[in-house]
């Protein structure tokens, strides 16, 4: 008598359903994910708990209103491009590219504003920029900076 041997079949791992299943994970967290908009972050500026002034002897500070007007050292500038505010940051500075050019910019100004005061002091060669800001009213910081 002879015997026959049964081939054992070798088992198959089906990954269709596997497959599936991954798939309504994948569309169940991206329909339940809620992303953050950048519209939506309520930011409040210019407020720092920031140091006394130090006197700085070469320095040029920039004034930019609310309504987009320009004043450099105190005297207001006629027109509101960034050439007429280079020319005027250049004579202020006295040519001296060691200048520091310090801008005070209303909190409702344009962002556009201060833009064209950073363009123009790049156009009159001046490398050294930094933003006024006012001490907060309640006398705590309103951001602590990282050091």
Do not use: C, W
């Not at 140091?51 to 920039?62: G, H, L």
Request: charged share 20%; net charge neutral.
């Amino acid at each position: 008598m002879r015997f026959r041997r049964h081939e054992r079949d070798e088992p198959e791992i089906n990954l269709i359903p596997f497959i599936d299943v991954l798939l309504v994970v994948l569309i169940f967290l991206m329909l339940s994910t809620s992303y953050s908009k950048f519209t939506e972050l309520q930011i409040s500026l210019p407020v720092a708990d920031a140091e006394r002034a130090r006197d700085r002897p070469r320095e040029v500070i920039v004034a930019v209103s609310a309504d987009g007007r320009y004043s450099v050292n105190r005297q207001l500038i006629d027109g509101r491009s960034p050439e007429i505010l280079a020319q005027a940051m250049t004579a202020a500075s006295e040519g001296s590219p060691e200048a520091i050019v310090i801008v005070s910019a209303d909190a409702a100004a344009a962002h556009q504003s201060v833009i064209n005061v950073m363009d123009a002091a790049r156009r009159a060669g001046l490398a050294k920029l930094t933003f006024a800001t006012q001490t907060n009213p309640g006398g705590s910081p309103a951001a602590s900076p990282s050091r």
